[in-house]
């Protein structure tokens, strides 16, 4: 299995008996740095596939009606139903719309956390705080893979 060097640097500053806060901190800013690239990539991706649905029969209809060129128009005819499709399929604006909202959940259980706020405020708040985020986000994968395994079964 590849781990990339942050996921191994961590893994090995785990090793070391960091003090729980730093843990947290850590896993956090992993997890957010994760979230939010993922976010950010959809989120472009959405735009630009959008950009070219929108503009692309446009452009197509001014080439048929005031040049008569019929390939650049095929070509771009064929570009917008390959931007429909990845939108489609991909489920862009969802994966954008979700990425973001794990981000911003895990920022707001981040400060309630900092914050010391319920359910925050005991002893064990480091194992509250990363047992919160770690369920979340695995409920987050969970929903994804049924999704994936149902859509499978679906096509079948």
Not at 49 to 54: E, F, G, H
Not at 103 to 114: F, G, H, P, R, S
Not at 141 to 150: E, R
Request: with cysteine.
């Amino acid at each position: 299995m590849y781990y990339n060097k942050e996921i191994t640097h961590f893994f090995n500053e785990l090793a070391y008996n960091l003090p729980p806060q730093v843990v947290c901190q850590k896993r956090t800013l992993y997890c957010l740095n994760w979230y939010t690239k993922k976010a950010i990539f959809y989120k472009k991706l959405f735009f630009i596939l959008s950009i070219i649905n929108i503009s692309a029969p446009i452009i197509s209809g001014l080439l048929l009606n005031y040049s008569k060129m019929e390939l650049p128009s095929a070509i771009l005819s064929a570009l917008t139903s390959f931007s429909a499709s990845l939108l489609a399929l991909c489920n862009v604006r969802d994966k954008w719309t979700n990425y973001r909202t794990a981000a911003e959940y895990i920022k707001k259980e981040y400060t309630l956390y900092m914050a010391k706020i319920k359910p925050y405020n005991t002893e064990n708040c480091h194992a509250i705080y990363l047992t919160s985020i770690e369920g979340y986000m695995e409920s987050i994968h969970s929903h994804w893979y049924n999704a994936q395994i149902s859509g499978k079964q679906d096509n079948t």
